[in-house]
């Protein structure tokens, strides 16, 4: 596995929207999107996770955007 450059990654979320992480890693054929926790906290986002799942929500008015579930010992966006 590598990474050939530096790119925006895109999550569509469950109600349509989309989320941009900016300078994130691109490994081609790895067939899904490897987004570290502390990016995801870097782009606005609070999040509340424990062992099962973990949520963001939007840091401006609290609404929920992600969340995702543990499985296989990594959390999973649906």
Not at 31 to 37: A, Q
Not at 47 to 68: V, W
């Amino acid at each position: 596995m590598w990474s050939d450059r530096i790119d925006t990654a895109v999550i569509k979320l469950e109600n349509g929207r989309y989320v941009f992480l900016e300078d994130t890693l691109h490994v081609p054929g790895i067939g899904y999107t490897l987004v570290s926790i502390k990016k995801l906290l870097g782009s606005k986002l609070i999040g509340q996770f424990d062992a099962h799942c973990i949520l963001f929500s939007r840091r401006s008015d609290n609404i929920l955007l992600i969340k995702a579930k543990m499985r296989n010992s990594l959390y999973i966006v649906s």
